[in-house]
């Protein structure tokens, strides 16, 4: 499985089950250790099973369909049953491969307790050296280093870090005084490094030919499409306080590295269009900006007249405040699929206080109308569950929802606090939130403890899965919607009526019945 006398690296990434399409990070990383001429491999968590213990569903893409988020799509023939025996097939692919060094890529606060299974596995092969990098030891560096299996953790980029992890490695030096790092050496004392510049993210063009081809079917509207991310800009300008993209901006400040919102080059990104369309054939691009057309409208129309050449269907998220009549056209032209926008809450003042989102309901509903004009299909992406909500809060999400009335769909989460968060540290303020909480992920219970009148965790739950019926099916239907918010048998016979109901309100009779399937 190994060839004699190249260095090794395995790549592990852990992901929550079956959440779709490749890590871009995972790509980018392929691409820098195959530059270096090192055998890599990719031990991929995405395919394994995993049980969620409030919902009872194991699969979190099958999830979309009873949150009525997505039209109905059978994950299983897409991807195939999903495996067990993570553990053991970690341990065989250690004793296979013999790697020199192992990468945890990607590793977001959702997906450490995975890492941490991981670790005791790798704890039995002393003389691999590891590196665990991402968002969650970018944002909680001291969590992770408080595990006592911690080796060495990346705090920032990793495009340039893991290469000078896996040369010391290689040269047999003790991977402690790497810039960008935290590590613990052989006496357990933690080196802590300074930071290392920004790097120029025009320079790696990603590589996905360690996955599976089946990760790159994607449930996109009324298809299943084969889907290939996108980066075509780093950050967000924005400072919403439920997210910690804002933060990576502050800590690049704050060490004195410059501006971490980087753009791509036109140039550039056509050659990357270009090498993924003759790598993998794809059908569609996935852009995974933070919020693409939050930039210049001159580089806009400059994306436009080179994607022009491609016409390849794409889809991209963005804020209302970013769009104009004009850009949706020129975008719509030239393949334009789909946007999703972050909504998050329906009353102003809470939106304006507590989110540090500055729209009007007025100004979200007249931007509607103008992507409604478009002809392009768009999401609304909304929290529940969030500090300070009462359920009368939430009803004014509800109704907005209701009035702007065009969307094709809803993608409703439970509000997760994580690690570099301003919501975060106000919940724990309140006392709602441990200090040292460790949160799971959208798809499962809230960690906040708030006092009545604000939501509670059980009946978060019953509110993210009806939300969508009491966004559509009008307040007429409210006492009966309120039925299904229960997990009891009463509540689930409502909620399967109520949902046959809502995908024919929603899709049409003979759409709403139609399982998606890829066409190949």
Known sequence: M?????????LTYPNLSMMLTPSYAVGLFTSVLKQQGYEIQLFDCTPYLASYEFMGEPLPVTRANKLLNSRKFDALALWGEPKKHMLDDYAKMLDAFKPHAVVFSTVVEDTWPQVKDLL?????????????????????????????????????????????????????AAPVHIPGTWARDAEGTIHHNPARPLVDINKVIP???????RRFLRPLGARIWKAIPLETYRGCPYTCTFCNSPRQVTLAKEKGQGLYLRRKTMPNLRREMEIMINRYKPEFFYINDDAFMARPKQE????????????????????????????????????????????????????????????????ILDQAKIVTASGIPFTLNVLVGMPYETRELLFDSMRL??????????????????HG??????????????????????????????????????EILGLQR???????????????????????????????????????????????????????
């Not at 004699?4 to 690296?9: L, S």
């Not at 048998?489 to 399982?515: I, N, T």
């Open 2 to 10: 190994s060839e004699p006398g190249k260095f090794r690296v395995l």
């Open 120 to 172: 005791k596995v790798l704890q039995h092969y002393p003389e691999v050296a590891h590196l665990i990098g991402g968002v969650f030891t970018t944002m909680a560096p001291e969590m992770a280093m408080a595990h006592p299996s911690v080796q060495c953790i990346s705090l920032g980029e990793g495009e340039e870090i893991l290469v000078d992890f896996c040369e010391a490695v290689r040269n047999g």
């Open 207 to 213: 590589d996905f030919s360690l996955f599976d081809e």
């Open 300 to 363: 806009i129309a400059e994306f436009v007249e080179m994607y022009r050449d491609f016409k390849i269907p794409f889809w991209f998220q963005t804020r209302f405040e970013d769009i104009d009549a004009e850009k949706l056209d020129w975008v719509v032209k030239v393949g334009c699929y789909r946007i999703s926008f972050g909504l998050e809450h329906g009353n102003e003042e809470y939106r304006r206080e507590k989110l540090r989102r500055k729209m009007t309901n007025q100004f």
């Open 401 to 418: 929802i209701r009035e702007v009335n065009s969307y094709d769909a809803l993608s409703v989460n439970v509000f997760v606090p994580y």
């Open 421 to 458: 968060t301003p919501l975060r540290e106000m919940a724990i303020q309140e006392g709602w939130l441990d200090p040292d909480a460790q949160t799971t992920s959208v798809i499962s219970k809230s960690l906040l403890r708030m006092p009545p009148p604000y939501l509670q965790p059980d």
């Open 466 to 520: 009806v939300f969508p019926l009491y966004a559509r099916l009008g307040e007429s239907r409210y006492p009966e919607i309120q039925m299904a918010e229960r997990f009891d048998e009463e509540g689930e016979r409502v909620f399967q009526a109520l949902s046959k109901e809502f995908y024919q309100m929603a899709y049409g009779v003979e759409e709403a019945e139609r399982m998606l399937t890829y066409a190949g």
